[in-house]
């Protein structure tokens, strides 16, 4: 499982220059990062080379900020790959809180960011039905 950041940021202008300046200064490099807010905060969730290191100095700076583990799941870039990844989770009675798309550098190809309360339980899973984990 990734560790992934999720920060709870201010809605305002320059808030995400704040965020990528701090991690820049620490020398780490992010993967993949998705926002979602709302009318005066969002929630900044990114994979980072460090995951630590990042949780770390972004705390030190003031933002609330936590680790969680996520699975990520690379998919074949063709029509219905997520639906059927999306139904055999279904399927499997297991639960997603959130899911997004990101790509995997090494190997060209899309994959599925997945945060379930099912924790490992959703890797293991995923594994017996063949899927790739990353």
């Known amino acids: 499982m990734f560790k992934q950041l ?5 809605n305002k202008r320059g808030a995400m220059g704040a965020l990528t300046s701090i991690i820049r200064e620490n020398g780490i490099n992010i993967s993949t990062l998705v926002t979602n807010d709302s009318a005066e905060f ?5 994979v980072v080379d460090d995951a630590d290191k990042a949780y770390k100095a972004i705390s030190e700076k003031g933002y ?5 583990s996520v ?3 690379e998919m074949e870039d063709k029509v219905g790959y ?3 990844l999306l139904s055999d989770i279904a399927n499997g009675y297991l639960n997603l809180d959130y899911i997004y798309i990101s790509y995997n550098r090494e190997t060209n190809a ?3 960011i997945l945060k379930s309360s099912d924790g490992d339980e959703i ?7 063949g899927y790739t984990i990353i």
Request: glycine share 6%.
């Open 6 to 10: 999720s920060i709870f940021a201010e």
């Open 123 to 129: 890797e293991s899973f995923l594994k017996g039905k």
């Open 64 to 68: 609330l900020c936590r680790l969680d």
């Open 110 to 112: 899309p994959i599925a």
């Open 42 to 46: 969002g929630i900044v969730r990114m």
């Open 71 to 73: 699975c990520a799941v």
């Open 82 to 84: 997520l639906d059927n």
